[in-house]
C-alpha cells in the first residue's frame, strides 16, 4: 500500500467534509498530530478506528486502502490487490517480531552466561556471590517475558493431533509446558492438552 497517496487522499476527503486536523482528530478520540501523520504517510490509522474514520469521510474501507474513490467496475479487483498487500505487509511485520523474539532471547541468554561466569570467577564464595547470581538471574528474566509477549503475538500454535490452530493469552502460553515454540496447550477442537507447534501464518 502506498502510505503517501493514502495519507494525502485522508487530507482531501477531510478538507471536502470540512474538518479540520483537530476536529477529526477529537471525532475519533486521537491527537491531531496522529492526523498529520497519517496525511504525511509517515503512519497509518489503527485498524480500530479505521471504519469510523471511513463513516465520518464518508468512503469505503476499500477506498481508503486505495487512497482514491474506487469505481464500482474496478471495485473487486482492487478490494483483491489491497487484500493480497495487506497480507504482505502482515507477513513482514510477523517476521520481524519473531526475529526480534529471537534476538532477545540470545542476546539474554549470552548475557546471563557472562554474568554468572563473572559472578562465580570474580567475586569470593559466599552469601554476597549467591545474591549476585541470584540478581543476574532475576534480570535475565525480565526480556525472557517481553520475548514470550513477542512469540504470542504473531501465528499461532497448531495442535500435532488435529492441526486445529490455537491462539492463547499470555498467561496460558506462560503457564504452559513448552520445548522451544512448541507449547503444551488446550487444543479446543480436541478438548484436551496436546503439543502445538507455532507457525507464524494463520490458515
Known sequence: MDQIK???FIAEQRKKNDLTQMRLAEKLGVTDRAVSKWETGKAMPDVSIIPELCGILSITINDLFTGEV??????DKKMENNLMEMAQELE???KIIWRSMWITMIV???A??????????FIP???????????????FLIPCFYALKLEISVGAYKCKKCGHEVVPTYSQALNAMH??????????ACGRRRWCKKVLKKS
Open 112 to 121: 546471563l552466561l557472562a554474568g554468572v561466569f563473572a559472578a562465580a570467577f
Open 179 to 188: 520445548m522451544g515454540t512448541t507449547r503444551y496447550l488446550m487444543c479446543p
Open 108 to 110: 539474554s541468554i549470552v
Open 125 to 139: 564464595e559466599g552469601v554476597w556471590q549467591l545474591v549476585a547470581i541470584l540478581s543476574i538471574t532475576a534480570v
Open 70 to 75: 474506487v469505481s464500482v467496475e474496478n471495485y
Open 6 to 8: 493514502i495519507g494525502k
Open 92 to 94: 513482514k511485520k510477523n
